[in-house]
């Protein structure tokens, strides 16, 4: 498990590499998350990060002081975690390296259509689909 430290650290680091991607990337990219509002987010988190002491060290450090509270330590290390997973994923989507999910799925809905309509031997169309008592 990270540190608390480690975790916030590349936190910011991650929002910092998001900004730079997002002014040298497409301009669709920068209009559906404009840089400002990346910006705004990192220097929230910064405000937090200093207001708990996420990146002291020594006593002072947010590790320390939860030592022994394991679950408000794990909670913040999973909030951390979803964070830096996310920040990941926008870097690689403004990249070009992956797909966004919105687009992905549009990807699948021509295959789904396919699937969801079948024949019976009547001849009569039936919708197959999750929700269906058939």
Known sequence: MATLRAQTTSCLELFASLAILLENGPAEHRNNLPVPQVEDQAARLKVWAGNLGALNTGH?????????????????????????????????????????MEDAIGDYTDIDEQNDTESDDSGSTIIDNELSFN
Do not use: F, Q
Not at 75 to 96: N, Q
């Open 60 to 100: 002072s450090a947010l590790d320390h002081r939860l030592r022994d509270s394991t679950a408000i330590r794990n909670a913040i290390d999973r909030i951390l975690g979803m964070a830096e997973d996310l920040l990941k994923i926008s870097c690689l989507i403004v990249k070009g390296d992956r797909v966004p």
